[in-house]
Nanobody
């Protein structure tokens, strides 16, 4: 089992910045990928950014050049630095961790969500 606790959401004006953090606990050594997803009202949950333990990253086209995902493996924490925020970024942001079991089954774990609101 993996538990994820998020923090860092809030209200910010367009053009501003926020940094989200997500700390994992539990069976942390089975975690490979961690990342961030977001869900706006009436929309599907969408990928924002992902990071593997070896440092490989992937970003949604909508956030490339503005958001940066990075992780501190020693602290079991993944961060999302969000710069040049736009009103379109308003959503609930969810931390994700993928737990790979011995039989290669993948369990997707989610944080509690943190609201990011960007005012125009």
């Amino acid at each position: 089992q993996v538990q994820l606790v998020e923090s860092g959401g809030g209200l910010v004006q367009a053009g501003g910045s926020l940094r989200l953090s997500c700390t994992a606990s539990g069976n942390i050594f089975s975690i490979n990928g961690m990342g961030w997803y977001r869900q706006a009202p009436r929309n599907q949950r969408e990928l924002v950014a992902t990071s593997t333990r070896d440092g490989s990253t992937n970003y949604a086209d909508s956030v490339k050049g503005r958001f940066t995902i990075f992780r501190d493996n020693a602290k079991l924490t993944v961060y999302l630095q969000m710069n040049s925020l736009k009103p379109e970024d308003t959503a609930v942001y969810y931390c994700n961790a993928d737990q790979v079991l011995s039989d290669n089954t993948v369990y997707r774990h989610w944080g509690q969500g943190t609201q990011v609101t960007v005012s125009s």
